[in-house]
């Protein structure tokens, strides 16, 4: 993902009151299920998988989002983990297959968190469900009860997700991303059509971004790549903050390409506003059409304007009022895949999926950016899929520390052998420490609650109407205090429900809870033992290679589209595989670095500087795949050898530039080297560079400048030989691809500028 901010920290508060919103509901919901399997149907054995399937919808999930795309997640909660209840019955009916199937089950649904979104927060909930089978060992005895129980508690907290106090997490995304098109219109407004490049302006955009972020960052049931729609969403967010890069410069061009540009902003600036709206639910969005017809007509006037200087023999300035379009045409561009995204975010079920029928930022009429190329499930789902993927190691991690349980549990016969299961899963964390500290909580919590729960049962006794009472109040406080307080208060109030809603059936007996405690504490060291043997040190530790190998080829690929471009077809075969490799890379790194945050652990004290390492990795994976399509849409014209040369010699630059800075940085931290600047500091040394940025064109392609400039005089000296709208074109062409390669440049200085102060 492409960023420019801090890292968000977590927060342990309940503004929007979704802590109470999941423990009310379930508080109502889970009493009343006890009281209708037990005294209604006459079937205790679906009182547990009832109260599961209430847990896992209301609680361990607690999905938000538009309404209806809710319910059909719940819905479909309700049906694998029907078949996850079915299957784990099955399996664990012998011994010799419930291991292994454990094994590929919880591997495949613990994987299906790449996907995001609803996938990343159901895995829980559809796990819970295949525990029981697999630890019993009792086969389908009473399977028909268990799926009776899933089946009406499930339905049960479908329509209570939708209808009782729903929370909309997704629309408040929505929101802190409509905030951002918002302040990026009013700079496109500001730097085109106003008093020019504003600093005031800039920061309002810096800060709605960083609100955009602290939702987003190391948010793993975000908006993913699972749905179109949220596939969508996803893009929009990345190229939100991709379009900050556009707004630096302050180039004043002539009267001339001033009028044309402003056009082309004005269409800029209200397509963002108007998406900006349709994200808060007041208009429809724009068709992104719309941008690109803008950008085509801008194009032919520029190309008319520099026909006519080349008519006039006045083109000692054609190149440099030429290249101060490129800003507003890297915005637009931009702007156009924004309004893209979000016309599929927001779109109604009947629309067409994301993709539609544009399928390609053109010029001239052929395709720029191929919108095909944009991650889809298949390609998310295979490019994490290697022992070097954090997603992967985590969901092997946990698979096999489930399998180990279920081993286990079987040779020993324990009863409510469950625990151990969902103990191990719970304090299963991406790094060893993460475990041990989840671990000692879940321990200490669930004593404490056993404590607790026998202190209830011995002054109760045998009086089933006061754990009627009590029951309701323990669901509450199980469902509140994880998140509100701390773990260990939270499975404390956890064993208490569980001994309280036992005992309604069992009046006065301890059995239960002292099993529970047994349980979650073989549960825990299996989790500690695993987390020890498998990659200890977590996605933290992954962080620095992965980002290192993402810019190394996200470099490559950079260098390899710029051979293409003045090369030729024969660098293509090569152009295509370095872009596979260097997408993949990439990817990886943004999900480690993710991944990472997610879990705030040790290892990230400077997670803020290899977020932009990885933001300038996309930046120039992004900006090699644009000028790969110039290669073919919008070519060199012929000879300009000089500027070809000089085209190669800077896209090398901003390779070594930008892989050297980062190796630096990773050096540094290999080294135990702490930063000397702390993180408000670098946060200025970074707005600082963007400023200079702003202002200056990096010393080092100041050979190609000359070399644009020299080549452009020498090609509009045939006008009288040439038609003046191909002439037009190929100047255009040239300054624009002069344009990406500068544009590389700054991005390697920032990072370098960077790199070098954090020393």
Same mark, same amino acid.
């Given at each position: 993902?492409?960023?420019?901010?801090?890292?968000?920290?977590?927060?342990r508060?309940?503004?929007?009151?979704?802590?109470?919103?999941?423990?009310?509901?379930?508080?109502?919901?889970?009493?009343?299920?006890?009281?209708?399997?037990?005294?209604?149907?006459?079937?205790?054995?679906?009182?547990?998988?009832?109260?599961?399937?209430l847990?896992?919808?209301?609680?361990?999930?607690?999905?938000?989002?538009?309404?209806?795309?809710r319910?059909?997640?719940?819905?479909?909660?309700?049906?694998?983990?029907?078949?996850?209840?079915?299957?784990?019955?099955?399996?664990?009916?012998?011994?010799?297959?419930?291991?292994?199937?454990?094994?590929?089950?919880?591997?495949?649904?613990?994987?299906?968190?790449?996907?995001?979104?609803?996938?990343? =927060?159901?895995? &829980? +909930?559809v796990?819970?469900?295949? /525990?029981?089978? $697999?630890?019993s #060992?009792? %086969?389908?005895?009473?399977?028909?009860?268990?799926?009776?129980?899933?089946?009406?508690?499930?339905?049960?907290?479908?329509?209570?997700?939708s209808?009782?106090?729903?929370?909309?997490?997704?629309d408040?995304?929505?929101?802190?991303?409509?905030?951002?098109?918002?302040?990026?219109?009013?700079?496109?407004?500001?730097?085109w059509?106003?008093?020019?490049?504003?600093?005031?302006?800039?920061a309002?955009?810096?800060?709605?971004?960083?609100?955009?972020?602290?939702?987003y960052?190391?948010v793993?049931?975000?908006?993913?790549?699972?749905?179109?729609?949220?596939?969508?969403?996803?893009?929009?967010?990345d190229?939100?903050?991709?379009?900050?890069?556009?707004?630096?410069?302050?180039?004043?061009?002539?009267?001339?390409?001033?009028?044309?540009?402003?056009?082309l =902003?004005?269409? &800029? +600036?209200t397509?963002?506003?108007? /998406?900006?709206? $349709?994200?808060? #639910?007041? %208009?429809?969005?724009?068709?992104a059409?719309?941008i690109?017809?803008?950008?085509?007509?801008?194009?032919?006037?520029?190309?008319d304007?520099?026909?006519?200087?080349?008519?006039?023999?006045?083109?000692?300035?054609?190149?440099?009022s030429?290249?101060?379009?490129?800003?507003i045409?890297?915005?637009s561009?931009?702007?156009?895949?924004?309004?893209?995204?979000v016309?599929h975010?927001?779109?109604?079920?009947?629309?067409?999926?994301?993709?539609?029928?544009?399928?390609a930022?053109?010029?001239?009429?052929?395709?720029?950016?191929?919108?095909?190329?944009?991650?889809?499930?298949k390609?998310?789902?295979?490019?994490?899929w290697?022992?070097s993927?954090?997603?992967?190691?985590?969901a092997?991690?946990?698979?096999?520390?489930i399998?180990?349980?279920?081993?286990?549990?079987?040779? &020993?016969?324990?009863?409510?052998a469950?625990?151990?299961?969902?103990?191990?899963?719970?304090?299963?964390?991406?790094d060893?420490?993460?475990?041990?500290?989840?671990?000692?909580?879940?321990a200490?919590?669930?004593?404490?609650?056993?404590i607790?729960?026998?202190?209830?049962?011995?002054?109760?006794?045998d009086?089933?109407g006061?754990?009627?009472?009590?029951?309701?109040?323990?669901?509450?406080?199980?469902a509140?205090?994880p998140?509100?307080?701390?773990?260990?208060?939270?499975?404390?109030?956890?064993?208490?429900?569980?001994?309280?809603?036992?005992a309604?059936?069992h009046?006065?007996s301890?059995?239960?809870?002292?099993?529970?405690?047994?349980?979650?504490?073989?549960?825990?060291?299996?989790?500690?033992?695993?987390?020890a043997?498998?990659?200890?040190?977590?996605?933290?530790?992954?962080?620095?290679?992965?980002i290192?190998?993402?810019?190394d080829?996200?470099?490559?690929?950079?260098?390899?589209?710029?051979?293409?471009?003045?090369r030729?077809?024969?660098?293509?075969?090569?152009?295509?595989?370095?872009?596979?490799?260097?997408?993949?890379?990439?990817?990886?790194?943004?999900?480690?670095?993710?991944?990472?945050?997610?879990?705030?652990?040790?290892?990230?004290?400077?997670?803020?500087?290899?977020?932009?390492?990885?933001?300038t990795s996309?930046?120039?994976?992004?900006?090699?795949?644009?000028?790969?399509?110039?290669?073919?849409?919008?070519?060199?014209?012929?000879?300009?050898?000089?500027?070809r040369?000089e085209?190669?010699?800077?896209?090398?630059r901003?390779?070594?530039?930008?892989?050297?800075?980062?190796?630096?940085?990773?050096?540094?931290?290999?080294?135990?080297?702490?930063s000397?600047?702390?993180e408000?500091?670098?946060?200025?040394?970074?707005?600082?560079?963007?400023?200079?940025?702003?202002?200056?064109?990096?010393?080092?392609?100041?050979?190609?400048a000359?070399?644009?400039?020299?080549?452009?005089?020498?090609?509009?000296?045939?006008?009288p030989?040439?038609q003046?709208?191909?002439?037009?074109?190929?100047?255009?062409?040239?300054?624009?691809?002069?344009?990406?390669?500068?544009?590389?440049?700054?991005?390697?200085?920032?990072?370098?500028v960077?790199?070098?102060?954090?020393?």
């Amino acid at each position: 993902m492409t960023q420019d901010h801090t890292a968000s920290k977590p927060k342990r508060g309940d503004a929007a009151h979704i802590f109470l919103r999941r423990a009310a509901r379930v508080a109502i919901l889970v009493p009343l299920m006890s009281w209708f399997t037990s005294d209604v149907i006459k079937q205790p054995a679906a009182g547990l998988p009832s109260s599961f399937a209430l847990f896992s919808i209301l609680v361990f999930a607690n999905l938000g989002g538009p309404k209806l795309a809710r319910l059909r997640a719940n819905v479909m909660i309700v049906l694998v983990g029907l078949v996850a209840l079915i299957a784990g019955a099955v399996t664990g009916a012998s011994d010799g297959v419930a291991v292994p199937a454990t094994l590929m089950a919880t591997l495949a649904i613990s994987y299906s968190a790449v996907l995001r979104g609803y996938f990343a =927060a159901s895995t &829980t +909930a559809v796990i819970v469900p295949w /525990a029981p089978g $697999a630890t019993s #060992g009792t %086969g389908v005895t009473n399977l028909p009860a268990e799926c009776v129980g899933w089946l009406v508690g499930g339905t049960l907290a479908c329509v209570a997700a939708s209808l009782l106090w729903p929370y909309y997490e997704q629309d408040r995304l929505k929101s802190k991303l409509a905030d951002v098109l918002d302040a990026s219109a009013s700079m496109v407004d500001q730097r085109w059509s106003g008093s020019g490049y504003s600093d005031e302006g800039m920061a309002a955009l810096d800060a709605s971004i960083a609100k955009l972020q602290s939702v987003y960052d190391g948010v793993l049931s975000r908006p993913g790549s699972g749905a179109p729609r949220e596939r969508s969403l996803m893009l929009a967010v990345d190229e939100a903050n991709r379009l900050r890069t556009a707004l630096w410069s302050d180039q004043q061009a002539p009267q001339e390409v001033r009028e044309c540009d402003e056009r082309l =902003a004005n269409v &800029t +600036a209200t397509a963002l506003r108007q /998406a900006a709206a $349709a994200l808060r #639910g007041e %208009g429809q969005a724009p068709q992104a059409e719309v941008i690109n017809a803008a950008r085509a007509a801008h194009q032919k006037q520029l190309a008319d304007w520099v026909g006519s200087q080349a008519a006039a023999s006045q083109v000692v300035n054609v190149y440099p009022s030429v290249a101060s379009s490129f800003d507003i045409r890297l915005a637009s561009l931009t702007a156009e895949l924004v309004v893209l995204d979000v016309h599929h975010a927001v779109q109604d079920d009947s629309c067409e999926p994301a993709g539609g029928t544009q399928t390609a930022v053109t010029i001239d009429g052929k395709p720029l950016l191929d919108l095909q190329h944009r991650a889809t499930v298949k390609q998310r789902i295979s490019g994490q899929w290697s022992w070097s993927s954090p997603w992967f190691r985590t969901a092997f991690r946990t698979a096999t520390a489930i399998a180990i349980t279920v081993l286990i549990v079987r040779g &020993t016969k324990l009863d409510y052998a469950l625990w151990v299961s969902l103990g191990a899963m719970a304090a299963l964390k991406f790094d060893a420490s993460g475990t041990r500290r989840s671990g000692s909580q879940i321990a200490l919590g669930t004593f404490g609650g056993f404590i607790v729960g026998a202190a209830i049962i011995t002054l109760v006794g045998d009086r089933p109407g006061i754990y009627w009472v009590l029951l309701p109040i323990s669901v509450f406080l199980a469902a509140y205090t994880p998140g509100k307080t701390s773990l260990a208060v939270g499975q404390g109030a956890f064993t208490v429900f569980l001994i309280t809603m036992i005992a309604i059936s069992h009046p006065g007996s301890y059995s239960a809870g002292e099993m529970r405690v047994i349980d979650v504490a073989l549960g825990v060291s299996v989790s500690l033992i695993v987390s020890a043997l498998m990659w200890p040190h977590g996605a933290a530790a992954m962080v620095r290679r992965k980002i290192a190998e993402g810019a190394d080829q996200a470099g490559s690929f950079l260098v390899s589209a710029f051979e293409l471009l003045t090369r030729g077809e024969a660098a293509a075969a090569q152009n295509e595989q370095t872009r596979r490799d260097a997408a993949r890379a990439v990817a990886q790194a943004v999900e480690t670095l993710d991944l990472a945050i997610s879990q705030r652990g040790p290892g990230l004290e400077d997670a803020w500087e290899w977020m932009l390492a990885n933001n300038t990795s996309a930046h120039l994976m992004y900006t090699g795949g644009v000028v790969t399509s110039m290669s073919t849409a919008n070519p060199l014209p012929a000879g300009c050898q000089a500027s070809r040369d000089e085209l190669i010699v800077a896209s090398e630059r901003a390779n070594t530039d930008f892989t050297r800075a980062v190796a630096q940085m990773a050096a540094a931290d290999d080294a135990g080297h702490a930063s000397p600047l702390g993180e408000q500091d670098r946060i200025k040394l970074w707005a600082a560079t963007n400023l200079e940025l702003a202002h200056h064109t990096p010393e080092g392609v100041a050979g190609l400048a000359t070399a644009v400039d020299r080549d452009t005089q020498a090609l509009l000296a045939k006008a009288p030989q040439r038609q003046t709208s191909e002439l037009g074109r190929e100047t255009i062409a040239l300054a624009f691809a002069a344009g990406w390669a500068i544009r590389a440049n700054q991005l390697a200085l920032r990072m370098a500028v960077l790199s070098d102060a954090s020393k």
